[in-house]
């Protein structure tokens, strides 16, 4: 029942309808109104003129000063400090956070980030590519570059929802070009869902952690994994077991391997 209502709740906040922050509001609205006379109150007393116009916050009082949780808190800053330590010749991103991740690599070094969508920005360190990695790659980016991350977004390859044609295993393709991209020896960040395996259409799919060491190891061997737990937390450093069954107890963990292309 609680992982019900849990993927009830995510489902109306990515569409915009965020119940809890709703409250907050609701409840807010009295500490406002109260606020609001007293301003004015000091207002009226005071010789330095500011021309007092209403815009209502109601629920940042009853908020935390930020969440240093989750797993895009936790992967973007721990990806970009391992390719801090490494300073690889070449970095590249496939569709990762462009304000969390690739903002971080950009803040002290270059990196290119490749999306299936368009990004007109130009912004010092990043040079956007649009292209579509379910599709077959040109042998110009075959052995491209020696460091390689794709952080929360091979779950969504092939299912539609960034514009992308629907292919059920859009992700094996998405694989195969990530594969084609990094010479060998080079060392892929990769992060995805973890949990009971399944698709949650359109958003995403969620992987087990067996199935996801078995599609892997043909390529690729792992050098670390860390997870981020259902409650937001970083569990770095992990030993990968032969069977994995459990998923480290996550419903939808976060899985973030560095891996080394054989």
């Known amino acids: 029942m609680k992982n019900y209502l849990i993927s009830i709740y995510s489902t109306l906040a990515m569409n915009g309808i965020d ?13 406002y109104l ?15 003129s500011f021309v007092l116009k209403k815009f209502p916050c109601l629920g940042d009082k009853f908020a935390e000063g930020g969440e240093a949780k989750g797993h895009y808190f936790h992967q973007d800053l721990l990806v970009a400090r391992r390719i801090y330590a490494a300073n690889p010749k070449r970095h ?16 002290f070094r270059k990196i290119e980030v490749f999306d299936i969508r368009p990004i007109q920005a130009s912004i010092p360190n990043i040079k956007f590519v ?22 929360h977004a091979l779950e969504h390859f092939g299912l539609g929802r960034y514009g992308d044609p629907i292919k059920y295993d859009g992700y ?7 594969s084609k991209i990094l010479t060998k020896g080079g060392t892929f960040y990769l992060s995805v869902p973890i949990g009971p395996q399944r698709i949650e259409f359109n958003a995403h799919r969620v992987f087990s952690l067996n199935y ?3 599609i892997l190891s043909d390529k690729f061997k792992v050098i670390k994994f860390s997870y981020i737990d259902d409650h937001g937390a970083l569990h770095e450093g992990i030993t990968l077991n032969d069977d994995q069954t459990d998923n480290f107890c996550c419903n939808y963990g976060c899985g973030v391997f560095e891996l080394e292309k054989k």
Do not use: P, W
């Open 172 to 178: 094996i393709d998405g694989l195969e070009n990530l």
């Open 34 to 48: 109260r606020d609001l006379r007293e301003i004015k109150k000091q207002q009226r007393k005071s010789t330095i």
């Open 92 to 107: 590249v991103d496939v569709g990762s956070r462009i304000d969390g991740f690739v903002a971080h690599v950009a803040s």
């Open 19 to 31: 119940i809890l922050k709703f409250m907050r509001a609701v409840r807010g609205g009295a500490f």
């Open 212 to 214: 996801l060491v078995s």
């Open 130 to 151: 649009q292209y579509d990695l379910m599709a077959d790659i040109s042998e110009s980016y075959s052995n491209y570059c020696d460091s390689l991350s794709c952080l």
